[in-house]
Each structure stands twice: as C-alpha cells, then as structure tokens.
C-alpha cells in the first residue's frame, strides 16, 4: 500500500476498494450521513433525498466493502439514531445492524451516547432526545479489546478497603452510558466547526485505546470534520478518511486537527496522570488482598474447628505483588499437633470465599520452634505488624530478629484480649479512612 493513502481524501465512500485494496484497517470509527435531516449539499451525498431503503441499501454495501478490508481481529463502531418518517419511528440502529449482521460482522455491543445537544424538532409523540446509539461490531471472536486501559478506579463503591477481594486491580470498567457532550460553539477557537455533529475527542479516544496499538489504522469513511482522524494521528495511529465535501476537509486542516493537536500534550498528561494512579491502585488492592488471605483463612479454620485462637502465634506473610503467589506461615504452638493439618487447610482454600482471591499462595504450617530457622534467609529485613485483625493499617516496623526476641515465649494463651493473632508482613499498607473518603468523594 502506498504512503499517501494516509490523511483526509476527497472521495465517496461508495468507491472505497479504489483507495483501498487491502485487507489493512484495524478500526472504523464512523457517523453516516443522517436520513433526510441534512443537505450535505453534494449530489453525490447518502442519505438527503434518498428513499429510506436505498439509504439502507448504500450504507450496506459500503460496510460491505469495510468489512473486506478490516483486519480479522478489527472492529466497527458506528454511531447512529432513529428517525421518523410519515409519523412514524424508523429503528434505523437495529434495521442497520441486522443488514450488517448478513454481511458477516458481528454486534458485540449497543453503549447509549448521552451528548446533551442534538437538533430541535416539533414532532408530535416524540420526547427531546439527547442520545444516540454506538454499536460495535467485530469480524469474529479473536478482536481487540484492551478494557484494563479504560478502567477508572475513581469509579469505585467506598468500601474496597475492606473487600480487596471483590474489585478488579485496573479499577471499573465504564457503563454502556458514555457521557460526552459534543463539542459547542467557540470550542475550536475562533468560529464553530460548521459540521453537523462532530464527535467528542475523548469518545473518540475510549475507543481508539479499547481497540488499537500504536501504528493501527484507523479509517472513517464519513469523516465529516475529521475528529477522528486528528484524534488517531495525534495518539500515534495512522488514520484515514473519505468525504465529498471540499469545506469539510479544510475545517479539518485549519481548525480541527492544530486544535487537538494543541490540546494533545495536556490531555496526553492527563491520561499519564491516570495510568500512574490507577498502577498506584492496582498495587493496592492486591497489597490488600494478600493481606486479607490469611485473615480469612484462620477466621474459616476457627470456625470448621481446625484451629483455635489461642494455638496460633502469629501469621508471617511474604507477599508478591507482581505474581501474586504469597508465602504464608501459620505460626503455631510449639506443642499443637500438625497432623493431616495442611490437607485441612488446602481444603479451606480451595473453595470460596478463598479460591476468589485470585491469589496462589504457598502455605506452610509450622510449630513456633521452627520458625527461627525458616526465618533466616529473610534477615536482616525490617517486617510490618498488622494487629486485632487490622489488615489495611500496619501498627509498627520490627526488624524480624527483634521480632522473635520479643515473641520467643510468648502465645495468645498469655494475652486474652487478643480477637485475632497479629500479621507480620513485607507489605506495608496505610490505608487512611481520609484516603477512603476522597474516594467516595471522587465518585
């Protein structure tokens, strides 16, 4: 394929196999002509003028022809409305995708674009309406979709201090509700983009993250003011776009592209910003859940009656945050029978709450005279102690030879106020209820 095929091209989509032969498009991201409602002032336009089956029937055939050169694990996201003819409502979205669905793309999703502005009408039975639909569509089964690079964990209910275990480390991944207001007057600076609808470049930015790398190709074939194609280039894409309308293409290389290629660097900042905090989370929580394992494990033992309180001396965990694989060390009375006591443990985590932790620990259960020696090739590490079942908030820091020094006689036996055995760590968490709180706030 040649070079120039890339950028904004004067030409009707209906002809696209004439630019494109290949089978080279990673995504299309697109808004056909609207049916009847704008004169896009070109005879060669979709839509104005047409009867509302050859409408359906050309749009068939160009998606037809994308669909031939998309790459097997490519997609499609169209954005579209229903409309009324004589009185009543055409479902053109689902009269649309079940064309498309004849062709051989596959619906994997409908998401309800809230934009806050969309043309005035009078029609009776027909409330104000301020979305559209997105669907989605992708060849087969094997497409991309990278839903960990869009996760907010902002997003997030209040209380994932205390259940690690149920929040995915990424954060939250967005409803099929996307709200994003297009953009109004005075937003390109100096004059409105005299486009029709042009699309928010956040939106178009979700969608490029969710499904493309660095160097994909990005198409619109109704490129309009070209939103997409500045928004692909500036994110290191390469993009290509087809319109009929000369003015169009202009308001794209004058205005459209320096103005998001301006606000680039700042929103490039931003989305850095994003990806540090959410890596800031995801450690975290699986800090956290790590933590919480063996809370879990010895409150389940106690109550099958595998263990009792005052025979467990403490628990020393070894976390992993990158493989996720613990170590965990039941500390136990020197003279507490171990006897079939892993295959009873191994039991307990095999199932639920447990077995949802996504964790892989290695535990060892071990008598408190032992353990000195298991010990030594953590020295001279410094430890964290987690006390009465706290497991987000570590207490103190103790190097560990101290540790066995102050704890070499000593059991819970002695201590009766003690509700849970402490939790010596390498991980070392404090999650502030003032830390939890802006999170509920952020929401």
Same mark, same amino acid.
Request: proline share 6%; aromatic share 14%; glycine share 4%.
């Given at each position: ?10 030409? #009707?989509?209906r ?17 056909p002509?609207?049916?009847? /409602?704008?004169n ?50 055409? /479902? ?14 596959k ?19 027909? /409330? ?19 839903? #960990? ?10 209380w ?8 995915n ?7 099929? /509700? ?7 007057q ?29 160097? #994909? ?22 993009a ?8 169009y ?6 205005k ?14 931003e ?20 933590l919480?394992y ?33 170590k ?12 079939n ?46 006390? #009465? ?10 190097h ?44």
């Amino acid at each position: 394929m040649q070079e120039q095929i890339y950028g904004y091209h004067i030409h #009707d989509s209906r002809r696209i196999r004439e630019k494109i032969q290949k089978k080279i498009i990673n995504v299309t991201i697109t808004s056909p002509p609207y049916w009847k /409602l704008k004169n896009y002032e070109s005879k060669l336009q979709i839509g104005f003028g047409q009867v509302y089956d050859d409408y359906l029937e050309d749009l068939t055939n160009i998606f037809a022809e994308i669909y031939e050169i998309t790459r097997d694990n490519g997609s499609l996201w169209v954005v579209m409305d229903t409309l009324k003819q004589k009185k009543e409502l055409k /479902l053109l979205p689902f009269d649309f995708a079940t064309r498309l669905k004849e062709i051989g793309w596959k619906l994997q999703d409908i998401i309800i674009w809230v934009k806050d502005k969309n043309l005035p009408w009078s029609h009776k039975g027909k /409330l104000r309406n301020i979305f559209e639909y997105i669907l989605f569509f992708t060849k087969n089964d094997n497409f991309k979709f990278y839903i #960990d690079r869009i996760k907010e964990p902002k997003k997030l209910q209040n209380w994932w201090i205390k259940y690690p275990e149920r929040y995915n480390p990424k954060g939250k991944a967005p409803e099929r /509700l996307w709200y994003f207001p297009i953009p109004t007057q005075g937003s390109w600076g100096n004059g409105w983009i005299r486009h029709f609808c042009p699309f928010p470049p956040k939106m178009v930015e979700r969608i490029i993250l969710l499904t493309t790398n660095k160097n #994909d190709i990005v198409l619109d074939p109704f490129a309009g003011s070209g939103v997409v194609l500045a928004q692909a280039k500036v994110m290191g894409r390469k993009a290509i776009g087809f319109d009929i309308n000369h003015s169009y293409k202009n308001m794209y290389i004058n205005k459209v592209y320096p103005f998001i290629k301006s606000n680039w660097k700042k929103r490039k900042d931003e989305l850095v910003e994003r990806q540090r905090k959410s890596a800031q989370f995801s450690y975290k929580i699986k800090s956290l859940r790590q933590l919480k394992y063996p809370k879990t494990l010895v409150k389940i033992a106690i109550k099958k009656g595998i263990l009792n309180l005052p025979s467990i001396n403490f628990v020393f965990l070894i976390g992993n945050i990158k493989s996720m694989s613990p170590k965990i060390y039941l500390i136990l009375e020197d003279n507490f029978n171990l006897s079939n006591l892993h295959s009873k443990i191994e039991s307990i985590t095999s199932q639920p709450p447990l077995s949802k932790f996504g964790l892989t620990p290695e535990i060892e259960i071990v008598n408190q005279g032992k353990f000195k020696d298991i010990c030594k090739k953590y020295f001279p590490q410094s430890f964290y102690i987690y006390e #009465d079942g706290n497991t987000h908030y570590y207490r103190r820091k103790i190097h560990l030879s101290e540790w066995i020094k102050q704890n070499k006689n000593v059991s819970l036996r002695q201590l009766p106020k003690i509700k849970f055995p402490p939790i010596l760590s390498n991980l070392h968490e404090r999650v502030s209820f003032k830390e939890k709180a802006e999170l509920k706030h952020e929401k």
